[in-house]
């Protein structure tokens, strides 16, 4: 007999697993936001950690982003360390003055000497037949204003050594949830759960030779499922995870186009300013010397997210992306 | 939270006392309308129909002891000053002579090029004195930017409660150490970290109360109405304090609102809120102090509204001319605080002509040395530009800074 050590857990579970370990392991750490409580979120992330230690430590809050972050803010001058959720990521925009205004600023305002310590959790990204405001994919925002790190898990691993990581940050950290993977599963034992990593390391999923996939968050699975529908078409495709997006990991993304010779950026946001365009151009500026094609982007169209049945056409999927590859100049 | 099965007489019966709120406490004609309402008691009522209130609603706070006064609440030129306390008001006093002269000195200042703007308080020193007066050593002060007498007024060293006007750093000071929050520039959005301070300091069972600052223009902001949701419902111990100075830059009140007072707002949060003269600065000094008092107390939040005038412009860099006539900033100048304070004190005998000209001698000390402080240049390093973006620079600072580094040794050996 042998004895199931490790079960399938979802992203879901670890990431309420992250918040109840470090709630559990510091006592300045406040969970707060819409429905966390008794509910456990819309999403359940939150399940259970009002039971185990008290409203006071998991709060249901009014029904006001700004107010909530805007608090947040001040508990962590006080010293604490709050953790708020954003119910949706559309919903997280009025709260954006106090992020911009005061949550980005205040270590640099005051010279390091009030740094906030605040990890802003957001669900984020499409693919779940949400209606209107409630599929956006809203890094680009987070990732213009200096002062804030963005993380984005996109495995159940990461989803709890990310979390963990974020609420230790010292810095405020914009975790953005992929909600498609919510229910994703992964081997993964919760009584153990591995060490936690550094925030802003990228890792590389898969490796290959004929081209990068530079992706991050809802996209890797796509990306994985697109390396390996390009075995048929002869392109050994290299996966590269970015994890988080401030601080983006350079050295990683360039030592991959460096070897494979080219590079497609894929994410859900809009493509017109959004991550894939700085990704791009800074590839191309260190790697000019090594591409055999132009970086390409596969993301959102410039468009207001679609209704539900219509994101499939907007989403980037596999066949994108493999049309995309094929671009990359390949007869040269 | 009460649940719909529960009868509207068995929720009179158990006073509510959800989110921690006051005790409910209902005139006597409510309670007998309700209670005759009570369905189990009525007699003959038909088995399948039996009025009764809608199901979810039940009696909450009583709206009102919250209503503010009638009228600004005085103490100065009404029987109320005969209890003065003479050693606070002396202290008030010099206070606002000083604040009188600090207000004159910054304005210089920004003549000289010395201050890249600076808004003036001239004509609301009592209330900029009296939030930095009400307050214990552990209390915090959330200023706006236009509240750097009452940074001073707290201890805070003028060079460094002006250094955001001066333009060399946006926060001249440590906030923990002083617990003074940093200036605040977009309006009202430091009422929020004022409540998330005061509830945090209460989840710690620390005795501290916060107090915050914002104008007349500020009270139609959003983050004034969550402010002040999140401190009634959390019952956070914070004392909110609207200067109503007139004019938000140059939109009069009428154009902001249309509520009776400024202070009624607090009514519809389940808080109290206060009216009060602003220019009286016993009157203010108390009316804060009961706040400060009842917040320490366990008894939540409260509104103050301060009717004042601001009788400069909005800044240096503003014309109040092109929105005010002259004849209401002469009425308000007969109205004003130094004055009242001084002709009631000396009056009274609490003041002679000694202790005006000991304030005098003080606030021109303090003039001169700012004056002097901030006619040296400050010491600037641009390297700092990147220091405290995060905790640890990122590799992309960490480039631009090298970039920056290199520009200014270029510029160095030219």
Same mark, same amino acid.
């Given at each position: 007999?042998? !004895?199931?050590?490790? @079960?399938?857990?979802?992203?879901?579970?670890?990431?309420?697993?992250?918040?109840?370990?470090?709630?559990?392991?510091?006592?300045?750490?406040?969970?707060?936001?819409?429905?966390?409580?008794?509910?456990?979120?819309?999403?359940?992330? +939150?399940?259970?950690?009002?039971?185990?230690?008290?409203?006071?430590?998991?709060?249901?809050?009014?029904?006001?982003?700004?107010?909530?972050?805007?608090?947040?803010?001040?508990?962590?001058?006080?010293?604490?360390?709050?953790?708020?959720?954003?119910?949706?990521?559309?919903?997280?925009?009025?709260?954006?003055?106090?992020? %911009?205004?005061?949550?980005?600023?205040?270590?640099?305002?005051?010279?390091?000497?009030?740094?906030?310590?605040?990890?802003?959790?957001?669900?984020?990204?499409?693919?779940?037949?949400?209606?209107?405001?409630?599929?956006?994919?809203? =890094?680009?925002?987070?990732?213009?204003?200096?002062?804030?790190?963005?993380?984005?898990?996109?495995?159940?691993?990461?989803?709890?050594?990310?979390?963990?990581?974020? %609420?230790?940050?010292?810095?405020?950290?914009?975790?953005?949830?992929?909600?498609?993977?919510?229910?994703? @599963?992964?081997?993964?034992?919760?009584?153990?759960?591995?060490?936690?990593?550094?925030?802003? @390391?990228?890792?590389?999923?898969?490796?290959?030779?004929?081209?990068?996939?530079?992706?991050?968050?809802?996209?890797?699975?796509?990306?994985?499922?697109?390396?390996?529908?390009? &075995?048929?078409?002869?392109?050994?495709? =290299?996966?590269?995870?970015?994890?988080?997006?401030?601080?983006?990991?350079?050295? !990683?993304?360039?030592?991959?186009?460096?070897?494979?010779?080219?590079?497609?950026?894929?994410?859900?946001?809009?493509?017109?300013?959004?991550?894939?365009?700085?990704?791009?151009?800074?590839?191309?500026?260190?790697?000019?010397?090594?591409?055999?094609?132009?970086?390409?982007?596969?993301?959102?169209?410039?468009?207001?997210?679609?209704?539900?049945?219509?994101?499939?056409?907007?989403?980037?999927?596999?066949? &994108? %992306?493999?049309?995309?590859?094929?671009?990359?100049?390949?007869?040269? | 939270?009460? !649940? +719909?099965?529960?009868?509207?007489?068995?929720?009179?019966?158990?006073?509510?006392?959800?989110?921690?709120?006051?005790?409910?406490?209902?005139?006597?004609?409510?309670?007998?309308?309700?209670?005759?309402?009570?369905?189990?008691?009525?007699?003959?009522?038909?088995?399948?129909?039996?009025?009764?209130?809608?199901?979810?609603?039940?009696?909450?706070?009583?709206?009102?002891?919250?209503?503010?006064?009638?009228?600004?609440?005085?103490?100065?030129?009404?029987?109320?000053?005969?209890?003065?306390?003479?050693?606070?008001?002396?202290?008030?006093?010099?206070?606002?002579?000083?604040?009188?002269?600090?207000?004159?000195?910054?304005?210089?200042?920004? &003549?000289?090029?010395?201050?890249?703007?600076?808004?003036?308080?001239?004509?609301?020193?009592?209330?900029? %004195?009296?939030?930095?007066?009400? $307050?214990?050593?552990?209390?915090?002060?959330?200023?706006?930017?236009?509240?750097?007498?009452?940074?001073?007024?707290?201890?805070?060293?003028?060079?460094?409660?002006?250094?955001?006007?001066?333009?060399?750093?946006?926060?001249?000071?440590?906030?923990?150490?002083?617990?003074?929050?940093?200036?605040? +520039?977009?309006?009202?959005?430091?009422?929020?970290?004022?409540?998330?301070?005061?509830?945090?300091?209460?989840?710690?069972?620390?005795?501290?109360?916060?107090?915050?600052?914002?104008?007349?223009?500020?009270?139609?902001?959003?983050?004034?109405?969550?402010?002040?949701?999140?401190? /009634?419902?959390?019952?956070?111990?914070?004392?909110? #304090?609207?200067?109503?100075?007139?004019?938000?830059?140059?939109?009069?009140?009428?154009?902001?609102?249309?509520?009776?007072?400024?202070?009624?707002?607090?009514?519809?949060?389940?808080?109290?809120?206060?009216?009060?003269?602003?220019?009286?600065?016993?009157?203010?000094?108390?009316?804060?102090?009961?706040?400060?008092?009842?917040?320490?107390?366990?008894?939540?939040?409260? $509104?103050?509204?301060?009717?004042?005038? &601001?009788?400069?412009?909005?800044?240096?860099?503003?014309?109040?001319?092109?929105?005010?006539?002259?004849?209401?900033?002469?009425?308000?100048?007969?109205?004003?605080?130094?004055?009242?304070?001084?002709?009631? $004190?000396?009056?009274?005998?609490?003041?002679?002509?000694?202790?005006?000209?000991? /304030? @005098?001698?003080?606030?021109?000390?303090?003039?001169?040395?700012?004056?002097?402080?901030?006619?040296?240049?400050?010491?600037?390093?641009?390297?700092?530009?990147?220091?405290?973006?995060?905790?640890?620079?990122?590799?992309? #600072?960490?480039?631009?800074?090298?970039?920056?580094?290199?520009? $200014?040794?270029?510029?160095?050996?030219?």
């Amino acid at each position: 007999m042998t !004895t199931v050590a490790v @079960k399938p857990a979802t992203m879901a579970q670890a990431l309420g697993r992250a918040l109840r370990d470090s709630m559990a392991e510091d006592p300045t750490v406040h969970v707060m936001g819409e429905d966390v409580g008794t509910l456990g979120g819309v999403f359940r992330i +939150t399940d259970g950690l009002t039971k185990e230690f008290g409203e006071d430590r998991c709060t249901d809050t009014p029904l006001a982003e700004a107010g909530i972050l805007g608090t947040a803010v001040g508990m962590a001058m006080y010293g604490l360390r709050p953790v708020v959720e954003m119910q949706f990521d559309a919903f997280a925009y009025p709260a954006f003055e106090q992020l %911009i205004s005061h949550v980005a600023r205040m270590r640099n305002r005051t010279r390091g000497a009030m740094p906030l310590p605040i990890t802003i959790r957001v669900p984020y990204g499409g693919g779940i037949g949400g209606v209107e405001h409630h599929s956006d994919s809203s =890094e680009a925002y987070y990732t213009a204003t200096p002062g804030l790190h963005v993380v984005t898990p996109a495995t159940v691993e990461d989803a709890y050594g990310l979390l963990r990581a974020s %609420i230790a940050s010292d810095d405020p950290v914009v975790f953005l949830e992929p909600k498609r993977l919510y229910w994703s @599963k992964a081997e993964w034992n919760p009584a153990a759960p591995t060490a936690v990593p550094g925030i802003g @390391k990228a890792l590389v999923r898969r490796a290959g030779t004929s081209a990068t996939l530079i992706t991050y968050g809802p996209s890797l699975p796509v990306c994985l499922e697109a390396a390996e529908a390009a &075995r048929e078409e002869g392109w050994d495709l =290299e996966v590269v995870d970015l994890r988080s997006l401030v601080p983006f990991d350079e050295e !990683t993304v360039v030592a991959s186009v460096r070897r494979t010779g080219r590079a497609v950026v894929v994410h859900e946001a809009n493509g017109f300013g959004g991550p894939g365009a700085e990704i791009a151009a800074r590839v191309t500026e260190r790697c000019f010397h090594h591409l055999e094609a132009p970086v390409l982007r596969v993301t959102g169209f410039d468009i207001p997210y679609p209704p539900p049945m219509l994101e499939k056409h907007h989403l980037p999927g596999v066949d &994108r %992306i493999l049309d995309t590859v094929a671009r990359l100049q390949w007869e040269n | 939270m009460r !649940t +719909t099965e529960q009868s509207v007489g068995e929720a009179l019966q158990s006073p509510a006392t959800a989110g921690g709120g006051p005790a409910l406490t209902l005139p006597a004609s409510h309670e007998e309308v309700y209670a005759a309402m009570t369905v189990q008691e009525l007699p003959g009522a038909g088995a399948s129909y039996r009025p009764t209130p809608p199901p979810a609603w039940r009696p909450r706070t009583d709206a009102a002891p919250l209503l503010p006064d009638p009228e600004p609440y005085r103490v100065l030129g009404t029987p109320a000053a005969e209890k003065l306390d003479p050693d606070l008001m002396r202290r008030c006093y010099a206070e606002l002579v000083r604040g009188r002269r600090y207000n004159a000195q910054a304005t210089a200042l920004t &003549r000289q090029g010395r201050l890249a703007v600076y808004p003036s308080t001239v004509g609301q020193e009592a209330c900029e %004195i009296a939030a930095a007066l009400v $307050l214990s050593e552990q209390d915090w002060l959330f200023p706006s930017y236009r509240d750097t007498l009452a940074a001073v007024a707290r201890g805070l060293d003028p060079v460094q409660a002006l250094t955001l006007l001066r333009g060399d750093w946006h926060t001249g000071y440590d906030p923990r150490e002083t617990r003074i929050a940093p200036l605040c +520039t977009p309006l009202a959005t430091q009422l929020p970290h004022a409540v998330g301070v005061a509830h945090a300091a209460r989840l710690r069972g620390d005795d501290v109360v916060a107090l915050a600052m914002v104008g007349d223009g500020g009270t139609s902001e959003g983050d004034f109405h969550e402010a002040l949701n999140f401190a /009634a419902v959390w019952q956070a111990p914070v004392v909110f #304090l609207v200067q109503n100075n007139g004019f938000a830059i140059s939109v009069p009140l009428a154009k902001q609102t249309a509520a009776p007072t400024l202070a009624h707002k607090a009514v519809g949060y389940g808080m109290p809120g206060r009216l009060v003269d602003g220019n009286d600065v016993a009157a203010v000094h108390e009316v804060l102090a009961e706040a400060v008092h009842r917040a320490r107390s366990g008894g939540g939040p409260t $509104l103050v509204e301060a009717i004042t005038y &601001r009788m400069d412009a909005h800044t240096n860099a503003d014309d109040a001319t092109r929105y005010r006539e002259d004849d209401e900033v002469a009425a308000w100048r007969e109205h004003d605080p130094v004055d009242l304070l001084e002709r009631e $004190l000396t009056a009274r005998g609490i003041l002679d002509e000694a202790g005006i000209q000991a /304030a @005098k001698d003080a606030a021109e000390t303090m003039a001169a040395a700012l004056r002097e402080r901030m006619n040296a240049d400050p010491v600037l390093d641009p390297m700092d530009l990147f220091t405290h973006v995060y905790a640890e620079q990122t590799d992309r #600072l960490r480039e631009q800074a090298a970039m920056l580094r290199a520009e $200014l040794d270029a510029e160095a050996q030219a």
